[in-house]
């Protein structure tokens, strides 16, 4: 019997280590068989007698049992192959939901998503990171709050959220995040747990970017890809034959901390110098702009007008062509993209996404730092690379979540603990492990 691979995780079949992954043998063949219709390998009973190889007296059986559970639903009629026509399954996405959110340096978006991992509703707040976890995790789920409130949701079969720093990802606990003050040891996942009986992973925010974009955006392709987030930081995610490279400690893609210059006044947040985030990030913008806004009127009446520049001042003032903001946001570009070069030579992506606050700008930072690549790379990587911006509207981060978790929740291993009682929550620790495996 042939058990399909978890798109966005690895594969239940690679990668695992030894005798951590079991399914229950009573509920194995009820789990298969719904992820064969979820994934779309199989839609009718007969097709899933080929796919599985079961009988077609089981296939009958728990099909049945699936339905009854409200997991899975019948459709239309199939086209005929010459017989009796059989009538298509499908996967019940409604008959659960996960909460998400990602959390920025400035700012957060809470979601509400079906078991398809398709956003259902959503809600976004300007917040500084620096608030401490505390109050933060109490403000995020006073947003989930409110978006059950709106359609009935106040159970979650499972929660993910994404964090600007590395993440332990098989406990959720924050490692040593440079820009988080106050967040090192912190578990998202703990805490998250004390207030909804369900799974909950942990992930960085772009690796969850860099998720919703490859499987959800407009243009997937499936090749590897590399995820850049330029916004009041600059970080970076890599996925791989379908698969995320977190990195031994879960620090993989932390670009924004990489060393660009000797410069001592380079300060950066993470206490060191010369980092790329110290001369190229949004953060770093701003302060610039500040110290000289009177060489820019649209700089100079943002602060008039609200007694600080944002980014959204940076994006008015790129629109109008303003001198100042377009040689600053040039050169940082020109920064960040020969840093992205250096790892285009050494991951050879088959594209590399550029998302985040800066695409508010349009795509002239996206231009520069393809421009950049071109120039600098090797001539075997960027022959087809494609550079292109996010197509998700800033909404990739909590699609990536949303994905992540349903499924983490769905992969046949952990459906096989939790099917037979329709919903996951007496099994919510059980499910986390198995599905740490992945990271």
């Known amino acids: 019997m042939t058990i399909p691979a978890a798109p966005l995780l690895g594969g239940l079949l690679e990668g ?40 077609r007296k089981i296939v009958s059986q728990r099909v049945e049992q699936a339905i009854a559970l409200g997991l899975l639903e019948e459709g239309e ?11 298509t399954l499908r996967f019940r996405a409604r008959s659960g939901h996960v909460l998400v959110a990602t959390l920025g340096a400035s700012e957060f978006t809470a979601a509400i998503a079906d078991l398809d991992g398709t956003i259902v509703r959503s809600s976004h707040e300007d917040w500084d990171v620096a608030h401490g976890p505390e109050e933060t995790m109490q403000r995020i789920t006073s947003h989930f709050a409110a978006l059950a409130a709106q359609g009935g949701a106040a159970h979650p079969w499972a929660v993910c959220i994404g964090v600007p720093g590395p993440v332990d990802f098989a406990t959720g606990r924050l490692v040593s995040p440079p820009i988080m003050p106050g967040w090192h040891g912190f578990s998202v996942r703990a805490w998250m747990r004390d207030i909804y009986d369900a799974p909950v992973w ?15 955006g407009r243009a997937v392709t499936g090749s590897d ?13 890599f996925i791989s034959r379908g698969r995320l490279i977190r990195g031994q400690r879960g620090a993989a893609g932390d670009i924004g901390h990489t060393h660009v210059t000797d410069d001592p006044r ?26 000289r ?39 940082a570009a020109r920064t960040i993209g020969g840093v992205v070069a250096n790892l285009v030579n050494f991951a050879n992506p088959g594209e590399v996404i550029i998302g985040g606050g800066v695409l508010r700008m349009g795509d002239r930072i996206v231009r520069i730092v393809e421009e950049v690549i071109r120039e600098r790379a090797a ?8 550079v292109r911006g996010s197509t998700l509207d800033q909404r990739e981060g909590v699609t990536g979540a949303a994905l992540l978790a349903t499924e983490s929740l769905l992969t046949p291993a952990n459906l096989a603990l939790w099917v037979e009682e329709a919903r996951p929550h007496a099994h919510a620790a059980e499910v986390q492990r198995i599905a740490a495996v992945f990271g």
């Open 202 to 216: 942990v992930d960085n925010d772009v690796n969850l970017m860099a998720l919703g974009e490859w499987a959800r």
């Open 293 to 331: 806004a009177d060489e820019s009127a649209v700089i100079t009446a943002a602060i008039a007008r609200r007694g600080r520049v944002v980014l959204g001042d940076v994006a008015e003032a790129v629109a109008v062509g303003d001198r100042l903001v377009m040689e600053l946001v040039d050169d």
């Open 225 to 237: 890809a590399l995820f850049v987030k330029i916004g009041t930081g600059v970080g970076a995610a």
């Open 16 to 55: 695992r280590r030894a005798g951590a992954v079991a399914p229950a043998l009573d509920a194995a063949p009820l789990a298969v068989l719904i992820e064969l219709v979820r994934t779309g390998i199989a839609r009718t009973r007969p097709e899933l007698v080929v796919a599985s190889g079961l009988s």
């Open 266 to 291: 380079a300060q950066c947040r993470c206490g060191k110098t010369g980092c790329l985030e110290a001369v190229a990030s949004g953060w770093r913008l701003l302060a610039d702009l500040t110290a």
């Open 77 to 87: 009629l199939a086209p005929s192959g010459g017989g009796r026509q059989a009538r």
């Open 379 to 386: 001539e075997l990587v960027v022959e087809g690379l494609v």
